[in-house]
């Protein structure tokens, strides 16, 4: 099977490029090869390839820029991902995207499903979930994971910037009233591989009647507080950790208060992934 991957300098990409080497040819291309932000690139590329499948972390992510950057945050994670569908689907090709916990409001406090309603709070969340809604109404085939607070050890990443903030300051101030699922990008990667095997090897059809959609996250939850109080004690750093509200750390783009995915659907089909902290124990050893 020949894969075309993009943003392999991302996370997740990184992680990809390696995790899907056993399922066939890795074509992996970074922004220099294919830009996101153009469109037509992005249509040459594909067809000069001509995968048999496109697998895209590439994206926007910077949550806080997108709310004045906002045309090129929607190129990004809703057009771009909405002309890799077109394409693949005249390619006869199949699409593996990755969306946000983001699409949520997280004005309730139980796990969110696939299928329960959205309501962005930012624009990054709503400029990936027109990429989701692009996807679903292309008729591609196709799977949509869903994740949350993705770290790992390289990358831009919440848990590097606590590390780094730790050597450097006394304290830390870290907002305790948001509630979610720290993911590492290569349980991420890891599981998308084994999905894909798992699809190949069963002869089915990667999409079904729920549409493709599946939510891919740790299992339990935190808040950035508690992520940040795990991240001191798996490293062994000592820190003075202060938990503070929303309020207290203004942003230019709201957070979710609980943006927790419910992942059942992931499990009774696919896999069971770790809690998060056992995946951060894992990460950081
Ligand atoms: N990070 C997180 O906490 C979460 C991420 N997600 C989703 O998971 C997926 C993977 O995210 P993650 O790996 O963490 O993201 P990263 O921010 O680590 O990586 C983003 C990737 O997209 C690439 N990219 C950005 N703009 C362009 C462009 N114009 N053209 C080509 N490539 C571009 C980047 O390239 P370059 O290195 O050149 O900038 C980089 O390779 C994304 O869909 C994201 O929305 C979901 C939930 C949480
Ligand atoms: C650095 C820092 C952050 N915070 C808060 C700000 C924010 O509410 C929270 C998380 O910080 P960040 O801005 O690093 O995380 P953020 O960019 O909001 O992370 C999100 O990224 C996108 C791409 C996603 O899809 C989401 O799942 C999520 O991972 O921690 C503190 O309270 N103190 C601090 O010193």
Redesign the pocket.
Known sequence: MKILLTGSTGQVGYELERSLQGLGEVVAVDRTRMDLADLDQVRDVIRAVRPQLIVNPAAY?A??KAESDTELAYRINAEAPAVMAAEAKALGAALVHYS???VFSGHEAQPRREDDPVGPLNV?GASKLEGERAIAASGVPHLIFRT???YGMRGKN?LL?VLR?AKEREE????DD?H?APTWSRTIADTTALILAQARAGGQPWWDANGGMYHLASQGRTT?CGFTQAILEEAGIACRLVP?T?DQ?P?PAP?PQFSALDTSRLQERFVLLPEWREALRLCLG
């Not at 830390?172 to 907002?175: C, D, E, Q, T």
């Open positions: 992510t949550v806080d946000t916990d983001y990054y949350s607070w993705v919440f910037t903030l830390l101030r870290i907002v948001q979610g950035w503070i929303t750390y942003l957070r």
